[in-house]
Structure formats: C-alpha cells, structure tokens
T-cell receptor, first 116, second 108 residues
Framework: GAVVSQHPSRVICKSGTSVKIECRSLDFQATTMFWYRQFPKQSLMLMATSNEGSKATYEQGVEKDKFLINHASLTLSTLTVTSAHPEDSSFYIC????????????FGSGTRLTVV | RKEVEQDPGPFNVPEGATVAFNCTYSNSASQSFFWYRQDCRKEPKLLMSVYSSGNEDGRFTAQLNRASQYISLLIRDSKLSDSATYLCVVKDTDKLIFGTGTRLQVFP
C-alpha cells in the first residue's frame, strides 16, 4: 500500500533553534500533503495544506513565517519549525491524499517534538 | 462550536462488552465521514468509512444520520486490543477534520 515515511520520529531541541520534519511518499506521487499538529489529549488540528510547486495554504491562526512548508517535489514535503519555543512541543503528523485506488489518506508515523 | 464533537470518555468496559460512541458535526454540507483509530503516540489509522445506509465490518458498525448530523460507532464483543482512541472524522472539501477522539479502555 501507499506509504508516507516521516522523519525524525522524535526530536528534542533547544529553544530558539529550528527543526525540520520530512515526509516522503515512497511509492506514489503526493501532489498534496497535509500537516497536522496534536497536543496531548487533543484532536489533530490541520495546520496547512502543501501543494507541489506552489505556496502552502495555512489554516487560520497558524503563523506561516514560523512554520515553513516546502513541497518542492512530488515525493517530498517538509515542515520547518523556526525559532522553536516550548509551546511548540507537540506531535506533528503529515498526511497525503491518494489520487488512485480508494482515494483515501495515508499518514506519516508522526514526529514528537520537544523544545527545552 | 467545534466542527466535530465527541465525548472524550474514557469508556472503561470489560472484555466482551458492547460499546457505542457518538459524534456530531457542524457542516451540513459535509459528504464523507470516517472513523479512525489512534493508539497512544501513533498516527491515526482508518477503521472504516461511514455510509448513509450504515455499514458493518466484523464487530464494528457505523451509522450516519445526515438530518441530525450525527455519526455513531458500535463495537461488539470488545477485545483488549480494541483499547485505543477512536476519532470521528469529517471530510471538508479536500481536508480531514478530526474530532477530539473518544478513549476506550477494555479490561480483562
């Protein structure tokens, strides 16, 4: 089946540094990738939708200059958390929509970010 | 009002029990509905889609009431391995909107 590989699975960084999270579609082309954030005991909240070759669309309340999204190829989308602060500590998950088969969604395994 | 609302639980049930989860959604134009399962610190995984006529997959039955904007999931003969958080999900154009999830704990 369609697989999205997400790395790193876990990262601890110092406050003020930047962290890059990668999501790769391994056996299909992902023209659209969705980025979610999940705080403990809360729902997955959509942060932004990235489209290959164009600017990402951010949800209301999500700072585009803080959460940089790049989708330069059909198999790779990246999310960079810039100048991370402890309140950015969360579980970040990417998802791609399949354009064939059942047209469902496949998720990366998530990245647990801890900012200290 | 949240777009997708669920009772967070937890629901603590013994093995073999039947348990039902409910969910309401706010956008009457929504067309696609799903139940996902999420284990602790893992990505969500599709459990089943929800159709207007209701659908069943083994021990799991999902129902949709469009008039009431209400979705349900019934789990029969609960197993220990069913312990997880169950997420009600509504598709809005191309985006998936997740509920907060209902935590289920099945005990021996």
């Amino acid at each position: 089946g369609a697989v999205v590989s997400q790395h790193p699975s876990r990262v601890i960084c110092k406050s003020g540094t930047s962290v890059k999270i990668e999501c790769r579609s391994l056996d299909f082309q992902a023209t659209t990738m969705f980025w979610y954030r999940q705080f403990p005991k809360q729902s997955l909240m959509l942060m932004a939708t990235s489209n290959e070759g164009s600017k990402a669309t951010y949800e209301q309340g999500v700072e585009k200059d803080k959460f940089l999204i790049n989708h330069a190829s059909l198999t790779l989308s990246t999310l960079t958390v810039t100048s991370a602060h402890p309140e950015d500590s969360s579980f970040y998950i990417c998802s791609a929509r399949l354009l064939t088969g059942d047209y469902g969604y496949t998720f990366g395994s998530g990245t647990r970010l801890t900012v200290v | 009002r949240k777009e997708v609302e669920q009772d967070p639980g937890p629901f603590n049930v013994p093995e073999g029990a039947t348990v039902a989860f409910n969910c309401t959604y706010s956008n009457s134009a929504s067309q696609s509905f799903f139940w996902y399962r999420q284990d602790c610190r893992k990505e969500p995984k599709l459990l089943m889609s929800v159709y207007s006529s209701g659908n069943e997959d083994g021990r799991f039955t999902a129902q949709l009431n469009r008039a009431s904007q209400y979705i349900s999931l019934l789990i029969r003969d609960s197993k220990l391995s069913d312990s997880a958080t169950y997420l009600c999900v509504v598709k809005d154009t191309d985006k998936l909107i997740f509920g907060t999830g209902t935590r289920l704990q099945v005990f021996p």
